[in-house]
């Protein structure tokens, strides 16, 4: 009786642990629906008021944005994974094509997308002065960046050569944001005269008078509203005037330019990015005197500015701090409106060429009205693509040099179009797999001879 009693009990155990196990795979198998169906039902709702910014996301958008910054600012790319290097595509280096009786003879500095150094070739691409001094050598405990970059990630991205040798330069970081590192003058020698080390990116340019104009940029953590298409935190850019030794003169916000102004609705087409880069200014530029004459509101403290994500150039006023003119074209995610002599406007056009799927092209036109006077390539049997970056320069006998960054190339143009001078950036590096890299060319500017006034510090050698 003892092992009969014994036996059912056995059997009665197994079979209440059977049952046991089946109601605990049963609600294993239920709570994992729930999950997955409630992480499948977040994620629907995150698509949705993300695509359409509706809420709460412009509650989480700011810790969003957070967690972003945060997992750039840890991921650490070589050189040979950023966009300031491209690979060698093609066979032949330095000058491929010269055409001495039609080019504007003389010197051409360009900087790239690998050192914090700038270079002086000739017509024939010799070497004649090199400019180099490490961003560790200027930075300070006053700077704006408080942890700079490893030296390995910042180059410079523009430069202005002075007569006498003295050079400015700037300072940008690779895979950062802010990316603007601080802006320097140094002599031919390389060594610094003064810095100025708030955020500067992007172009330097200066006036007649020797002012210095940049721009810089921070992240505005608050709204603005005036603007409720700029949602916050983004990238706050602003006009910066400096003296010639490199006093802050003058420091003014576009955000609030934009919001004084009447073309505050302008900012309606813009969508915010990842990074709240909204307006991407790419470029300044003091006005030329006859500029004031075509626009009457336009004054010696009137400045053209660039705004690569509104595909839109304008004038701000630096005494009322406001946009004053507004012009969008043909073009699309424009660099380096130069304003001409002439009363033109000269740019590098990155994707605007429709007509050729959307390549990059150099335009000139008369801004009031617009009317477009000269196109390269326009027809001419020739490419020309960047997606990013670029510059133009109007030489005086009519040519002009383009800087077309992502192919690491220089050309200067004839204005019926025929290149007569080409220049590939010859120094290239080599990646742990062997293949060849050059850097992007990030400037290119054309001097004559009788503009420089200063003796080069290399001796090239002469060719047979």
């Known amino acids: 009786m003892d092992r009969e009693f014994g036996g059912e009990s056995l059997r009665q155990s197994t079979a209440a642990r059977k049952v046991e196990a089946t109601n605990t795979l049963l609600e294993l198998a239920y709570w994992t629906a729930f999950v997955l169906s409630f992480g499948f039902l977040c994620f629907v709702c995150g698509f949705v008021t993300t695509t359409l910014e509706t809420f709460p996301y412009p509650i989480l958008r700011n810790s969003f944005m957070g967690l972003q910054a945060m997992r750039e600012s840890m991921t650490t790319k070589t050189m040979f994974e950023s966009d300031r290097v491209v ?16 080019a504007y003879n003389g010197y051409t500095l360009f900087a790239t997308g690998f050192a914090e150094t700038a270079y002086l070739v000739d017509m024939h691409g ?57 802006l320097v003058k140094m002599d031919r020698d390389s060594k610094p005269i003064w810095s100025y080390l708030e955020q500067i990116h992007h172009e330097v340019s ?48 576009l955000y609030d330019a934009f919001a004084r102004s009447r073309f505050r609705g302008v900012t309606s087409i813009l969508r915010s990015s990842i990074r709240g880069d909204t307006m991407h200014t790419n470029a300044v530029y003091p006005l030329p005197e006859v500029f004031l004459k075509e626009f009457p509101f336009a004054t010696v403290n009137t400045v053209l500015v660039s705004c690569r994500n509104l595909d839109a150039l304008m004038m701000v006023d630096l ?15 424009q660099h380096d409106p130069e304003p001409l002599p002439n009363g033109n406007i000269l740019l590098f056009d990155n994707v605007g060429d429709l007509a050729r799927g959307g390549r990059s092209r150099v335009l000139e036109f008369e ?30 006998n009519g040519n002009v ?54 003796d080069f510090n290399k001796t090239p050698e002469i060719e047979n």
């Open 87 to 102: 690979p060698v595509t093609w066979k032949a280096s330095g000058v491929t094509r010269y055409d001495s009786s039609h």
């Open 126 to 182: 010799r070497l004649v002065h090199e400019w180099h001094l490490p961003f560790s050598k200027v930075w300070n405990s006053s700077a704006s960046v408080r942890n700079p970059p490893p030296e390995a990630a910042i180059h410079w991205r523009n430069a202005f050569l002075y007569p006498n040798g003295d050079l400015l330069a700037v300072y940008i970081a690779q895979d950062q944001s802010p990316w603007g590192q601080g």
């Open 206 to 253: 200066v006036g007649p008078d020797g002012r210095v104009y940049a721009l810089s940029h921070t992240i505005r953590t608050g709204s603005i509203p005036e603007l409720p298409d700029i949602l916050a935190p983004s990238l706050e850019d602003f006009i910066v005037v400096l003296s010639p030794d490199g006093k802050l003169l003058k420091r003014v916000s």
């Open 319 to 333: 005494d009322s701090e406001r946009v004053t003119w507004v012009m969008r074209g043909p073009w699309v995610r």
């Open 367 to 396: 801004p009031n009205p617009l009317k477009i006077v000269w196109e390269f390539p326009g027809g001419a049997n020739e490419d020309l693509w960047s997606s990013i970056g670029s510059a133009v320069q109007k030489l005086p």
């Open 401 to 454: 040099l383009i800087t077309e960054r992502d192919n690491a190339r220089l050309l200067e143009v004839t204005p019926d179009k025929k290149v007569v001078w080409e220049y590939r950036n010859p120094l290239q590096e080599s990646d742990p797999s062997k293949r060849q890299y050059v850097g992007v060319m990030e400037l290119g500017r054309r001097f004559a001879k009788s503009e420089l006034a200063f």
